[in-house]
Each structure stands twice: as C-alpha cells, then as structure tokens.
C-alpha cells in the first residue's frame, strides 16, 4: 500500500466548472424569458412559447436555479455551515419542477424533434424526477449514501443541457443543417456522458477503498 497522498486540488474547483458548464443554458434561458417578456419578435421557432409559455418558463426557472444551487453543493465550505440542507429544501423542488415542467413540453409542444429525441427527453426527465424523490426518501431514512447516489445522478441529468452544448457544438460546425438522427444521438451522448461520470464520481470511494 503506498502512503503518497495526491495532491489536493483546489476546493473551488468542481463547483466553478459545474457553474461554467450551466452558463450557456442559463444565459440562453434568460435570453428567452427576456424575448417572452418583451412580447417578441414571434417566429415560427418560437410562436409555441409564446402560445402557451407556462411550461417554458416554470422550465428554465426551476433547471437554472437547479443547476446553480447543485453546483454550489460542491463546494466543502459551504457544506459544513448548514448551506447543504438549507439549499437541498430549494434544489429538490427547483429539480422536480424542471423535469416535470421538461416533459410537460416534450408532450404538449408540437417542437420539431426527431422521434428518438423525444423520446430520450421522456426518459431522462423521468429518470430525473425519480432519482431526486429517491434522493429525498433515503435521507429521510437517513441514508446519507444512498442520498448523495441518488441527488448526483439527478443532477448529472439536470446538467445535460450544458453538456449538449458541447456535444452537439461538433455538429454545428461541420454542418448548418445537421439531420435530426445525428442530433438526437448527440443531445443523448450529453446525458448519458454526465451520468457515465456521476457513476464514478459515486462508486470512486469503494475504489479507493479496495486499493488499500
């Protein structure tokens, strides 16, 4: 067993690439919400928000306080002064309410999407929805592991968005007009990457336990 430590990153570290990783999300949320209430202009990319912006809105409200507040989790300083619980009563709600709000417009809004990304939006909004309620149910157990599971990978999924960005920004520079298959499947690579690493982050300490 070797007695070398790694070196300790900065603390900072994970919470501010998580905020830089919802930044495009969050800045193009408020974008929207800026255009819905200043009444226009009205396209045919955007005429259903402005039918019916319930949804849209409760949408970006609920994932860009989700995404921010699940990324300040990260940070030890703040999880030792009560932040943790005080900000879980807000980040769980805030959570629901995009997943739920997701898939009230994947259902009602007539978006021009593929099948398959329907379909994908379905299941990880879902998927969502019950690993936070699942998050909850376990501290209310007060089982402190399986709480910290659940609440990554919800917040791996409430994350996707901003991994898409990254994902499908390939796409958009090979092509102006990507096919809606390979776009489907790249949007689907960004929530499946995100929980990829949430799995690790979450079964990282029974690695290291097994090294020693």
Request: charge should be positive; charged fraction near 15%.
């Amino acid at each position: 067993m070797s007695t070398e430590t790694p070196r300790a990153r900065p603390r900072w570290l994970a919470p501010a690439g998580l905020i830089a990783l919802s930044a495009v999300p969050v800045i193009a949320g408020a974008a929207r919400l800026t255009e819905l209430g200043g009444g226009g202009p009205v396209t045919a990319r955007n005429a259903r928000f402005f039918a019916a912006p319930l949804p849209l809105v409760l949408h970006i409200v609920g994932a860009s306080a989700f995404c921010v507040l699940g990324a300040l989790q990260f940070a030890p300083r703040l999880r030792g002064r009560g932040w943790h619980r005080a900000a879980g009563r807000w980040l769980v709600p805030c959570g629901l309410v995009a997943a739920l709000s997701g898939l009230w417009m994947t259902l009602s809004y007539q978006i021009p999407d593929s099948v398959v990304l329907a379909a994908a939006r379905l299941v990880f909004g879902s998927a969502m929805a019950v690993c936070l309620v699942l998050g909850v149910v376990a501290i209310r157990r007060r089982d402190v592991i399986r709480h910290r599971a659940w609440m990554t990978r919800g917040y791996a999924i409430g994350l996707g968005a901003g991994t898409q960005v990254l994902t499908l920004l390939p796409l958009s520079v090979v092509t102006e007009t990507p096919d809606e298959l390979s776009r489907a499947l790249l949007a689907t690579a960004g929530w499946v990457i995100n929980l990829a690493v949430a799995e690790w982050i979450i079964r990282k300490p029974l690695r290291v336990k097994e090294t020693r």
